[in-house]
């Protein structure tokens, strides 16, 4: 018996413009953030040689987590507005409400839209790692500060799963407002 893939079905007609442009646009903005930063840091490694012997210690190059986190959400904002909410009469409903009445597994469809909303974040997060590693193995060679990336790039995958479980939460608890009324 051939069964409905509720997630190749969602994959296949999903198509949110918005969040492939404000994932383009924070993944360049993180690219030339983590570029100028390690330019500076290793323009000021090189110029501060002498003062690192007398025990100051040279700008780092790292990450900014504000910068990082504010990108993640507006990028995860949009997906999440695309994947779970429609437009009608001038206002923002939840997709899911619109299938109280068909005959359809709301489970199933509310888990396959979670299932694209975390690929999202997982492609921005590992995009964004993806950035600060090789520009840091590019600038700094052997000498770059990989185990300060992972820290912080650690923290960034705390509040990302942090965002990602409210949102879907929400939803969720959206759709279950929809069916109480």
């Known amino acids: 018996m051939n069964t409905f893939n509720y997630y190749q079905y969602e994959k296949k007609h999903l198509k949110p413009l918005s969040y492939r442009v ?7 903005w993180l690219f030339l ?10 323009r000021a490694s090189e ?14 190059f790292s990450l900014n987590l504000f910068q990082f986190d504010l990108c993640f959400m507006i990028t995860i904002s949009t997906l999440n ?3 779970f ?12 409400s619109k299938y ?7 489970r199933k469809m509310y888990r396959a839209k979670a299932f694209l909303l975390m690929r999202g974040a997982c492609l921005f997060y590992i995009s964004g790692l993806t950035i600060y590693f090789a520009t840091a193995g590019v600038t700094f060679g052997a000498g770059a500060p990989f185990a300060q990336l992972l820290k912080q790039f650690g923290s960034a995958l705390i509040f990302c799963i942090v965002v990602v479980s409210i949102a879907l939460l929400a939803n ?3 759709y279950r407002q929809a069916i109480a009324k």
């Open 22 to 28: 404000f994932m383009g646009i924070s993944l360049l």
């Open 33 to 42: 953030n983590a570029a100028v930063e390690a330019s500076t840091a290793s």
């Open 47 to 60: 110029a501060l040689e002498t003062a690192v012997r007398s025990g100051y210690s040279p700008e780092t």
């Open 81 to 83: 507005s695309s994947l």
């Open 85 to 96: 909410y429609i437009r009608e009469m001038g206002q923002q409903v939840p997709v899911l």
């Open 100 to 106: 109280l009445f068909a005959p359809v597994e709301v």
């Open 172 to 174: 969720w608890y959206q």
